[in-house]
């Protein structure tokens, strides 16, 4: 008799341990899934993994998240808009340094040369920009819609109040301006759109404020 109570208190033990093992494991998996989650967006941890894990779908919203992944990707973006502006300007973007300014009847657009003795691209630039003084005028903006691969902020409105903008070009030291002015505030408001998106999108660090005069 008491070896049969022995037994069954054995099992009975037994069964217990069980259970609290069994209860205990979705607590240590809880605590290791924020881990596993905030390494979703790691490119290192992702280097690491298997070629089996690489059939996860949810591994590729994670990266797009990831900010390494997103400076990547805007390098990217500056590239091709680089390549695009070379072919859609003439002249090389990486030799060559914009600038936009804001000025209170409208603003202008600048391109110099990083180098004074680099005659190819001074001649390249200052055609241009002679000829989308011209374009600009008609209401032709194809190159800038080409260059940033969109159409950019205020050209809608330049291309409607075309006749209420003046523009004209004139050569500077090291390259070129186009002086872009204007009467009509709603004219003045859309160049003001159009200078600040290219402040932002070839990053020239120049102001976003309203300059009192051209530098």
């Known amino acids: 008799m008491k ?9 009975n033990a037994a069964l217990a341990v069980l259970s609290l093992s069994a209860a205990a494991s979705p607590q240590g998996a809880a605590q290791q899934n924020p881990k596993h989650e905030s390494m979703a967006c790691c490119p290192m941890a992702h280097s690491n993994h298997s070629s089996g894990d690489k059939a996860h779908g949810a591994n590729g919203s994670a990266m797009a998240n990831c900010p390494m992944m997103q400076g990547v990707a805007s390098q990217h973006s500056q590239a091709d808009m680089n390549a695009r502006g070379e072919k859609g300007m003439g002249f090389s973007q990486t030799a060559t340094q914009h600038h936009f300014f804001l000025t209170a009847n409208g603003g202008a657009i600048q391109v110099e040369v990083k180098d004074a003795s680099d005659q190819t691209n001074l001649d390249q630039l200052r055609m241009h920009l002679e ?31 075309r006749n209420e903008i003046h523009y004209s070009y004139a050569e500077t ?34 102001s976003m404020d309203i300059l009192k005069t051209l530098p």
């Open 3 to 11: 070896t049969i109570l022995r037994k069954t208190f054995t099992v």
């Open 131 to 161: 000829h989308i003084s011209q374009a600009f005028a008609s209401g032709d903006f194809d190159i800038p819609m080409f260059v940033h691969d969109t159409m950019p902020p205020g050209v809608p409105e330049m291309k409607q109040l």
């Open 173 to 206: 030291a090291n390259g070129g301006r186009v002086v872009i002015d204007s009467a009509n505030q709603a004219a003045v408001d859309a160049i003001h759109q159009f200078l600040r998106f290219q402040i932002r999108e070839h990053k020239t660090g120049d």
